[in-house]
């Protein structure tokens, strides 16, 4: 169950490493590329701040986003920002999204995300959580899929290969941890896949990241699948 108490407190922790990380960059560093194709870090930093400031809007009942175009609008016009910007604004708009959890509500409620997506609001720390902790491995300043707390690593797999089942695109998949943990993703099409490996490798394929799963063993099926952008 989810326990949206626990994520708030795990996402001020995030957050605070995060800032911590970036401090210790300059100007140049914030323009240069990013693990995301095409971002800058700068890039990075203004869609987590925005990303704090439009999960407010969910909270308030309002659009996530204003558009699509909007949103991306406002990260080109954030991105090159200077350092001390960036981490104000990151701080400011971090705290606005923990205010807008401390009042009392109903946190059984549906809210709507983005395109159309709901959710139960109390999923929604747990999603400002997975926007902090990837993106700080996005960054490229050191942080890696191996350097994520296990417990998060656990919950954003099953996250994820819920996200993937059902997808036609996605033969059936089969992964296996070291650990024993097993998690099945994908449609029922297609031959059916087995990836063994360890989690932070099964959370690079399910997300994109780091190898994206090249280092995963297939054991079965005719090779490792690729995903849809997420």
Do not use: C
């Not at 996402?11 to 194709?37: F, G, I, M």
């Not at 999603?127 to 890696?144: A, F, P, S, T, W």
């Not at 350097?147 to 993937?164: M, Y």
């Not at 993703?185 to 394929?205: C, I, M, N, Q, Y």
Request: charged share 25%; aromatic share 6%.
């Amino acid at each position: 169950m989810t326990d949206h108490v626990d994520d708030l407190r795990s996402v001020r922790e995030a957050t605070d490493q995060l800032l911590t990380a970036v401090a210790k960059l300059d100007n140049a560093a914030l323009a240069e590329e990013s693990h995301l194709p095409g971002w800058t870090r700068g890039h990075i930093l203004a869609h987590l701040a925005r990303n704090a400031d439009a999960l407010v809007n969910v909270f308030e009942g309002r659009p996530m986003y204003e558009s699509g175009t909007a949103r991306d609008a406002d990260i080109e016009r954030d991105a090159g920002r200077p350092l001390e910007e960036h981490l104000t604004d990151l701080r400011d708009s971090g705290a606005r999204f923990l205010a807008t959890t401390e009042p009392a509500q109903d946190w059984s409620r549906t809210v709507e995300l983005r395109n159309g997506v709901t959710d139960l609001a109390s999923n929604v720390p747990f999603r400002r959580l997975v926007e902090v902790q990837l993106h700080h491995v996005d960054l490229n300043v050191g942080y890696g899929l191996q350097d994520l707390p296990e417990e998060f690593t656990d919950r954003e797999i099953v996250f994820l290969a819920d996200r993937w089942s059902g997808r036609p695109e996605v033969p059936p998949v089969t992964l296996r941890a070291p650990s024993g943990q097993v998690w099945h993703t994908g449609g029922t099409e297609g031959t059916p896949v087995v990836l063994e490996g360890p989690k932070d490798e099964l959370l690079g394929w399910l997300a994109g990241r780091g190898l994206r799963g090249a280092r995963l063993s297939v054991v079965a099926g005719d090779g490792l699948p690729e995903l849809p952008p997420l």
